[in-house]
């Protein structure tokens, strides 16, 4: 069984600071990873992905990626009010059509960024 | 802006009805849709992966005789919830991958939310 895992949270950081988001997979075959912000009620928005081990930075968020300890990682610098929501760290997985193209998704870790 | 559209955003039904939620992408082709459940606080769990022109194919635990998808189009998908039950309440997501990105990158519906009374 494939797995994603993420601390729940919730995690609570000040405006300004920087917030770490952490997640582990099980599969060491997995290729791509995902990150995606969800407000409460709505669907998920990607907000970076990550191929290659190493960081990958766009604007106030960079990705982590470290295959050998499969870990990934989201940094959220200068965090906002605005950023208060769950994120979701995804894998691409292979589900019953073994396309490898299906999304395996952790639970989640609620960001709450006071002001 | 969008690029895949969900309806309805959402329904309330009686136990024991049936519901149809369509998936669109709305301007680009997906021979392949998947379909999302999440249960509150919970992630969101893969139901399955409609296919253009073929049987979708289920995930270990949903019941393909309940849940009825239709991949009718190279642009639409339907869910359909048979004789839907209180259980069955979630929100139901569905997503494409676009071409033109990488394989397994998908845009996402903006969900149903389904309540059974």
């Known amino acids: 069984q494939k797995e994603v895992e993420q601390n729940s949270g919730p995690l609570s950081v000040p405006e300004g600071a920087i917030a770490s988001l952490n997640c582990t997979y099980s599969d060491r075959g997995s290729q791509s990873f995902f990150w995606y912000r969800q407000y409460s009620g709505k669907s998920p928005e990607l907000i970076m992905f990550i191929y290659s081990n190493g960081d990958k930075e766009d604007g106030r968020f960079t990705a982590q990626l470290n295959k050998a300890s499969q870990y990934v990682s989201l940094l959220i610098r200068d965090s906002q009010p605005s950023d208060s929501a769950t994120y979701l760290c995804?894998?691409?997985?292979?589900?019953?059509?073994?396309?490898?193209?299906?999304?395996?998704f952790g639970k989640g870790t609620t960001l709450s960024v006071s002001s | 802006g969008a690029v895949v559209s969900q309806h309805p955003s959402r329904v309330i039904c009686k136990s024991g009805t049936s519901v149809k939620i369509e998936c669109r992408s709305l301007d680009f082709q997906a021979t392949t849709m998947f379909w999302y459940r999440q249960f509150p606080k919970q992630s969101l769990m893969l139901m399955a992966t409609?296919?253009?022109?073929?049987?979708?194919?289920?995930e270990q635990g949903v019941e393909k005789d309940k849940f009825l998808i239709n991949h009718a189009s190279l642009t639409l998908s339907t869910l359909t919830v048979t004789s839907a039950h209180p259980e069955d309440s979630s929100f139901y997501i569905c997503s494409a991958p676009r071409r033109g990105l990488a394989s397994d990158e998908q845009y996402f519906g903006p969900g149903t939310r389904l309540t059974v009374t």
């Open positions: 409609s296919n253009e022109g073929s049987k979708a194919t289920y």
């Open positions: 995804a894998v691409n997985g292979y589900g019953a059509n073994q396309a490898g193209t299906a999304l395996i």
